[in-house]
């Protein structure tokens, strides 16, 4: 979707200007304290030039022009800090932009009561409704496929060529409204009502319509408006003070030395950190629904994967027919496509396949009035019941031992033997039954994806610990385990389970992040702090997460732990900037202030600046200049490599602390340096 617009173009830049202006409207500022306090310190300015004797203190005509350019720089500076959140903010909307072009007017084929179809307009549909795709056509709402399978373009939505496949059961069927579907045909359930489909809230999310601050930002927040307390406490107190010792100093000068005191650099670009931040998972093709969620990503300590799908490719198909105990291949195969002959999964339809290969073949409509019994992540298992009683099943071998065993079955001595040797390969094996007789096993293969062990790698060196979580048996979870290089692993897990691992890593003080894209994931993914549906998911899954990969590529939450990693340290190092910054201010201003009041602060006067107003002039422009010259880092973000939190830090509190005391020396110093070159030494 997004990745092409990466750069600013000339229409964001303008109305970015624009917004600057519209952003001084004081019910927005007061949401930014600091910022606040400098947009009011303009209007005391300007109010000082055209009445400097408001608050009383003696009439000096010559106080204007500097009172006049003070209030001009506190007006510039508020503009800049708008003007930041404003560019961060345009990417967003030119994104929303071009998704609203994808949006156009489709019509639908709706079943009616009949059954026949009838076309409307696909700004009409509802939840609950049934249409009809064919081959060519656009899907035209949000839906679930209840029935067929076809390739189905998504770029629109995910900016991916390559076709994917959709289609009733399992864990890919659900679709997006605004795709084209290239082959066959598709029954889909319509999921949304007008106005509330993934696109609209896709184009909502990256508009920042809903955007509000998250609980760090508002932690942060309350901690800068803290600090501006404190400092005009102190700024307030010196006026009595400088009286006392037989001085005076005038307000404009006060107002500039709070400005230049407070922290305006990080309140600046607070707002605009959090939006590029945002911004940056989006052009990842990962729309998350809040900043919180991205944030969170920044801290995860635990990260729960999926087997299949996730560190495998997912394609889970059958690949050998293994008879156990008396039972001869034949009845095997023949019971193995029985339990499949309703089954949509992949898995269940890969075994029809298989044994279409080896010859044999069942018709659908010779079972018509059997009962079907659809797989689910809690049985493990999935088959019929023929209306003579006959129950025929296959699932994972434990369950199916189970079930045996409770049925006074027998289990074949030959099987946990020839269950093993798929499973010490990788694969899935699956036990297949006619009541409490064991046939045999099907042998499901699946293969790691290429890179993961060197992913899984780099998440260690941020301290991030994978754990894979699986509803397949032990032996196969080890040896993918062993092999993909994950530090931990689950097996035989229900969807209740990966809930619990998530809880007890939460109970400890953890975040954690996991990815998922099956119904059984929802309630996981709700309960992570980090959760990362797949596109490719079920609307359960889409919903419960707080985060959705267009591409549906599990493995990006190490790109999305790195994004939220990036925000936070971006965030910490330009409020490190701007707090040390702040420092050297003060000892520009400060001795200029009151060396003609108390000579002997003049041992203070190190920056040797040329005049008290050159030096107050010096250190406000510096303020506000240092604000639009962030802005890019502000946006880019703080490089990040995966490194310990220890290093990280100590690193980034001597680049921006040093850094940020001794930036601000040298441009004051040269400001000043120029204002006196220009003869406004004493303006
Ligand atoms: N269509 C099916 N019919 C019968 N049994 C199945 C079917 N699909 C999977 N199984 C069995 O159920 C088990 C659990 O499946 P589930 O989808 O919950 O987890 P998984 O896909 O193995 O692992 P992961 O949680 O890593 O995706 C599988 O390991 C397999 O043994
Ligand atoms: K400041
Ligand atoms: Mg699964």
């Known amino acids: ?183 066959d045909e598709l029954i889909i359930e319509v999921t949304v009502n007008p106005g509330e489909s993934f696109l609209d809230k896709m184009i909502g999310l990256v508009e920042g319509a809903s955007r509000q601050k998250t609980p760090n930002e508002l932690a942060l927040t309350v901690l800068l408006a803290g600090l501006t307390l404190i400092f005009l406490i102190v700024v307030v107190t010196l006026g009595p003070f400088a009286g006392y010792v037989h001085g005076s100093i005038d307000t404009v000068t006060l107002i500039a030395l709070l400005v230049c005191l407070i922290p305006t650099t990080i309140g600046a670009l607070l707002s605009a950190i959090g939006i590029a931040g945002m911004d940056r998972i989006i052009r990842f093709n990962v729309v998350a629904k809040s900043g919180k969620a991205v944030e969170a990503a920044g801290d995860v300590n635990t990260l729960i994967l999926d087997k299949t799908g996730t560190i495998t490719i997912g394609n889970r198909l059958a690949s050998d027919f293994i008879p156990v105990g008396s039972h001869n291949l034949k009845d095997l195969i023949n019971t193995a496509v029985l339990s499949s002959l309703f089954d949509e999964t992949p898995e269940g339809r890969s075994v029809i396949d298989l044994a279409k290969k080896d010859g044999v073949t069942l018709s659908r409509e010779d079972y018509n009035d059997a009962e079907n019994v659809d797989f689910s992540a809690d049985t493990r298992m999935s088959g019929l019941n023929l209306p003579d009683g006959t129950m025929v099943r296959k699932g994972a071998v434990d369950a199916i031992k189970e079930d045996v065993q409770k049925k006074g079955g027998r289990i074949p001595e030959d099987l946990d033997a020839k269950m093993e040797r798929v499973a010490k390969e990788g694969g899935t094996p699956l036990a297949v039954i006619k009541n409490q007789e064991i046939y045999g096993l099907i042998y499901l293969k699946d293969i790691i994806k290429p890179g993961m062990r060197q992913r899984f790698e780099e998440l260690r060196k941020m301290g991030i610990k994978t754990v894979m979580c699986t509803g397949d048996n032990p032996l196969t979870a080890a040896t993918i385990a062993l092999e993909a290089g994950v530090d931990d692993f689950i097996a035989e897990a229900k969807p209740e389970d990966k809930m619990r691992l998530i809880r007890e890593e939460q109970e400890q003080g953890k975040l954690v992040a996991m990815s998922g894209d099956g119904t059984n994931d929802a309630p996981a993914l709700a309960q992570a702090d980090v959760g990362l549906a797949m596109n490719t998911g079920t609307m359960a899954a889409k919903e419960a997460g707080n985060m959705v990969d267009l591409d549906s590529d599990p493995t990006k939450l190490i790109e999305v732990v790195s994004i939220g990693k990036q925000l936070l340290i971006t965030r910490g190092s330009i409020t490190t900037f701007s707090i040390a910054n702040d420092v050297a201010k003060y000892f520009a201003i400060i001795p200029a202030m009151f060396t003609t009041i108390i000579p002997q602060l003049q041992s203070l006067n190190i920056m040797h600046l040329t005049s008290p107003r050159s030096a107050i002039l010096s250190a406000i422009i510096f303020n506000a200049l240092i604000i639009p010259l962030l802005i890019p880092l502000a946006m880019k973000g703080v490089k990040y490599r995966p490194v310990s939190a220890t290093t990280l830090l100590v690193k980034n509190l001597l680049i921006y602390g040093i850094g940020g005391i001794i930036v601000p020396f040298l441009g004051i110093k040269i400001i000043d340096l120029i204002i006196t070159g220009l003869g406004l030494s004493n303006i």
């Open 1 to 183: 979707m997004a990745k092409k617009n990466q750069s600013i173009g000339k229409d964001i830049f303008r109305t970015a200007i624009i917004d600057s202006f519209k952003k001084l409207d004081p019910r927005n500022m007061v949401k930014n304290p600091v910022m606040f306090v400098v947009e009011i310190g303009f209007f005391l300015t300007l109010l000082l030039s055209i009445f400097p004797n408001l608050f009383g203190g003696h009439y000096e005509l010559s106080q204007i022009p500097f009172n006049l350019v003070i209030s001009f720089i506190l007006l510039i500076t508020v503009l800049f800090g708008n003007f930041a959140e404003a560019i961060a903010e345009g990417r967003g909307k030119a994104q929303a932009e071009s998704l609203r072009r994808t949006k156009t007017d489709l019509m639908a084929d709706r079943r009616e009561k009949e059954g026949s179809y009838e076309k409307v307009p696909a700004s009409t549909l509802r939840k609950g409704d049934v249409v009809r795709v064919t081959a060519g056509g656009m899907i035209p709402a949000d839906g679930e496929v209840i029935k067929g399978l076809g390739s189905v373009d998504e770029s629109a939505i995910t900016g991916e060529s390559a076709p994917v496949i959709r289609g009733a059961g399992g864990d890919f069927s659900s679709v997006t409204g605004g795709t084209k579907l290239l082959s």
